[in-house]
């Protein structure tokens, strides 16, 4: 990447081309940078509008990108900024109408940006959620957040659905949740597939959701990476992580059953508390016709993951080892 190293920075697309600004190397940052895959080049773009910030929102609409809120050394703020990908300008937007904030989530459907959860220094967690349409350069409310108030969550959008989940506010979150712009009602979905954490990254490219990255503390950070697929089936995918069961856990000897009878399991991944796939086992079916995994004898005891792909969709399960 062009530019100095960072953190807490915010990064958005427009058309083909990947954009990266602001965040934190012992102070605060402001700089802009645009990559070109098809060269696979930097090149630096005018400043980001107003004053430099970290932990702010991003989103783009069509060939105008958008920056939100964020923090420095001064405080919190709100102003909105839109940059002019053909004119590399910044012009200033309505800023937001509810509280100033920094490690929110944003994400864009049609013709209209969003702005969801985050921190404003009082509460501390925020729930939250506004609509910034870019024709009229308003913003209004729309239903609180269905999970609980937190900060440092991610989320993404597929189609005419916000997609909002994980994040902080004294534990970490691995809950999901699904906005439907239409009916402006929020919809529990499956649990995110890696364990429970803050400051994960997310972003969707075409009908599929990703989510990677995240930490537990500023010394333990993730690397692990998982995809969200919508069922297409029109089945709630709680539901299907609800009708598969994985027993006994904790287990002594390894050994753990895979109820599915109303499924068929096609693949099996074990991975740990890191996100490391440690064990890709085969398929042994019990006289039952469900699904057994067999742990090799050199993973130690501890929390795992086994992740199925099944004809209705994937699902993640936690298991423990108690050897």
Not at 19 to 46: C, H, R
Not at 229 to 249: F, K, Q, R, V
């Amino acid at each position: 990447m062009g530019g100095t190293i960072r953190e807490q920075a915010v990064g958005f697309s427009i058309n083909n081309k990947g954009y990266i600004g602001a965040g934190w190397n012992n102070v605060e940052l402001q700089d802009f940078w645009e990559y070109d895959p098809s060269n696979n080049t930097w090149a630096q773009k005018q400043n980001i509008g107003g004053a430099p910030r970290r932990y702010c929102m991003g989103f783009s609409i069509g060939t105008m990108g958008y920056i939100c809120a964020g923090t420095n050394m001064t405080g919190l703020m709100k102003d909105l900024w839109e940059w002019d990908q053909n004119a590399n300008t910044w012009t200033q937007k309505t800023s937001l109408t509810g509280a100033s904030r920094a490690a929110a989530v944003s994400f864009s459907i049609g013709t209209k940006g969003y702005i969801c959860t985050g921190n404003n220094g009082i509460t501390p967690a925020l729930q939250d959620l506004w609509e910034w349409d870019q024709v009229t350069n308003t913003w209004s409310q729309k239903a609180y957040f269905a999970g609980s108030a937190r900060m440092y969550a991610t989320g993404f959008s597929i189609g005419t659905k916000g997609y909002v989940g994980t994040g902080d506010n004294g534990i970490y979150y691995q809950d999901f949740w699904e906005w439907n712009q239409n009916s402006n009602t929020w919809n529990q979905i499956a649990n995110f597939g890696g364990i429970a954490r803050m400051d994960a990254l997310g972003f969707s490219i075409g009908n599929k959701g990703y989510v990677g990255t995240g930490s537990l503390s500023a010394k333990q950070p993730l690397k692990d990476f998982w995809e969200y697929s919508p069922n297409e089936s029109g089945m709630n995918e709680t539901d299907l992580e609800n009708l598969i069961s994985i027993y006994p856990s904790p287990s002594v000897d390894g050994k753990f059953t895979v109820s599915s009878l109303q499924f068929k399991v096609n693949s099996i991944d074990v991975y740990d508390i890191e996100g490391e796939k440690v064990y890709e086992t085969p398929l042994h079916l019990s006289p039952k016709g469900e699904s057994v995994v067999i742990l090799p004898s050199g993973l130690g005891q501890g929390v795992y993951f086994i992740h199925l792909t099944t004809d209705k969709g994937n699902v993640t399960k936690k298991i423990i080892l108690s050897r």
